[in-house]
């Protein structure tokens, strides 16, 4: 079991900056694929971005591509997002994931990860 917590998220203009963290307690976490994903009110949770166990692979939505950029630190068993010239069409819960697997490989859907956080706000005010 893993338990993951996000945080960072709050109100800025477009065209701001703002960094997430994603931080894990209790199962291993260097094993662990991490995703991001965003859900907007009334629409669907989409992925956002995703990092494999040991950070060597990471892919990025199209619509975030060159403005967000997703890391991690084991030693700390915290994953980071972070998020350039930030756009109202950002504005969104930001969610954290985790997917335990034997393959250093990244995962788009959401129907993948079985640990979630509890999501924080972004804001992207124009």
């Known amino acids: 079991q893993v338990h993951l917590v996000e945080s960072g998220g709050g109100l800025v203009q477009a065209g701001g900056s703002l960094r997430l963290s994603c931080a894990a307690s209790?199962?291993?976490?260097?094993?662990?694929?991490v995703g991001w994903f965003r859900q907007a009110p009334g629409k669907e949770r989409d992925f956002v971005a995703s990092?494999?166990?040991?950070?060597?692979?990471?892919y990025d939505a199209d619509s975030v591509k060159r403005r967000f950029t997703i890391s991690r630190d084991n030693a700390k068993n915290t994953v980071n997002l972070q998020m350039n010239m930030l756009k109202p069409e950002d504005t969104a819960v930001y969610y954290c994931?985790?997917?335990?697997?034997?393959?250093?490989?990244?995962?788009?859907?959401?129907?993948?990860?079985?640990?979630w956080g509890p999501g924080t706000q972004v804001t992207v005010s124009s």
């Open positions: 994931a985790a997917k335990y697997s034997l393959l250093e490989k990244i995962f788009v859907s959401k129907n993948e990860y079985a640990y």
């Open positions: 209790g199962r291993t976490f260097s094993s662990a694929s």
């Open positions: 990092i494999s166990g040991s950070g060597s692979n990471t």
